[in-house]
């Protein structure tokens, strides 16, 4: 028999049992957010986590009441990670650098995660403050070194669609086994099918280019960055 335990304690359960994870809402989350990070929300059904988890479905049910549950837990999961801005506006161009590397590489741990939006309704009641927190730190940012709010808030839309795009058309493609320079600016693959077609211009490509994600990611950086300095007012900080 157990010794019981001391007044105001309440006993927690295991955290492994019979050498396996306990299962709790948040591991059930943790597991919908893995897959779906690989295969898309909408391919990850209740059979896939608890074969992944080795459980029945009906032990997932002791847990979480249905799968929308189990997608809203993930997302906040998912969304915690995102960092917040870390801006210094008296240099800038570094930090910015450094905070677009940082957000690429936290997007490209779930990548197909980022197309949650159209394959879920996802609740409002637990979106983590950060949701809100980090697109505000960066419009701040924007400001402060003499970009207006309206230009500001395109700044940020393009930036967010450049890093999901490039961590879902070329990450994703890279980390999968599938080179940029295997697929940009066409696959060697349909060169060779369509032959016959004069494509001086993309064969050359093909063959000399070798591009690299890294490459082409820095490029991209650096273009976000021009395209600021070209926004900020005069009675703006200068750059450098």
Same mark, same amino acid.
């Given at each position: 028999?157990?010794?019981?335990?001391?007044?105001?304690?309440?006993?927690?359960?295991?955290?492994?049992?019979?050498?396996?994870?306990?299962?709790?809402?948040?591991?059930?989350?943790?597991?919908?957010?893995?897959?779906?990070? $690989? $295969?898309?929300?909408?391919?990850?059904?209740?059979?896939?986590?608890?074969?992944?988890?080795?459980?029945?479905?009906?032990?997932?049910?002791?847990?979480?009441?249905? $799968?929308?549950?189990?997608?809203?837990?993930?997302?906040?999961?998912?969304?915690?990670?995102?960092?917040?801005?870390?801006?210094?506006?008296?240099?800038?161009?570094?930090?910015?650098?450094?905070?677009?590397?940082?957000?690429?590489?936290?997007?490209? $741990?779930?990548?197909?995660?980022?197309?949650?939006?159209?394959?879920?309704?996802?609740?409002?009641?637990?979106?983590?403050?950060?949701?809100?927190?980090?697109?505000?730190?960066?419009?701040?940012?924007?400001?402060?070194?003499?970009?207006?709010?309206?230009?500001?808030?395109?700044?940020?839309?393009?930036?967010?669609?450049?890093?999901?795009?490039?961590?879902?058309?070329?990450?994703?493609?890279?980390?999968?086994?599938?080179?940029?320079?295997?697929?940009?600016?066409?696959?060697?693959?349909?060169?060779?099918?369509?032959?016959?077609?004069?494509?001086?211009?993309?064969?050359?490509?093909?063959?000399?280019?070798?591009?690299?994600?890294?490459?082409?990611?820095?490029?991209?950086?650096?273009?976000?960055?021009?395209?600021?300095?070209?926004?900020?007012?005069?009675?703006?900080?200068?750059?450098?």
């Amino acid at each position: 028999m157990s010794e019981p335990l001391p007044p105001g304690r309440r006993r927690r359960s295991p955290r492994t049992r019979a050498g396996r994870a306990t299962l709790t809402a948040d591991s059930i989350a943790a597991t919908m957010l893995e897959l779906a990070g $690989r $295969r898309g929300f909408r391919a990850v059904t209740m059979q896939d986590l608890a074969g992944h988890l080795g459980v029945t479905v009906r032990a997932l049910y002791r847990h979480v009441q249905d $799968r929308a549950e189990v997608v809203d837990r993930a997302v906040q999961l998912w969304l915690s990670q995102w960092p917040d801005p870390e801006l210094d506006p008296a240099t800038w161009q570094v930090s910015l650098r450094e905070f677009l590397r940082l957000h690429r590489s936290i997007a490209r $741990r779930h990548p197909r995660a980022l197309l949650v939006s159209l394959d879920e309704q996802i609740g409002d009641t637990r979106v983590p403050a950060r949701r809100l927190t980090a697109p505000e730190g960066f419009l701040q940012f924007l400001t402060d070194i003499g970009v207006g709010l309206d230009d500001a808030l395109l700044v940020h839309a393009d930036v967010m669609i450049r890093i999901y795009g490039f961590v879902l058309l070329v990450d994703h493609r890279a980390d999968a086994g599938a080179p940029v320079h295997e697929q940009y600016p066409a696959p060697q693959a349909w060169l060779d099918h369509h032959s016959d077609l004069e494509l001086p211009l993309l064969r050359r490509a093909a063959a000399d280019t070798g591009f690299e994600a890294d490459i082409l990611f820095e490029h991209m950086v650096t273009e976000v960055t021009h395209t600021i300095e070209r926004l900020i007012t005069p009675a703006g900080p200068e750059t450098g």
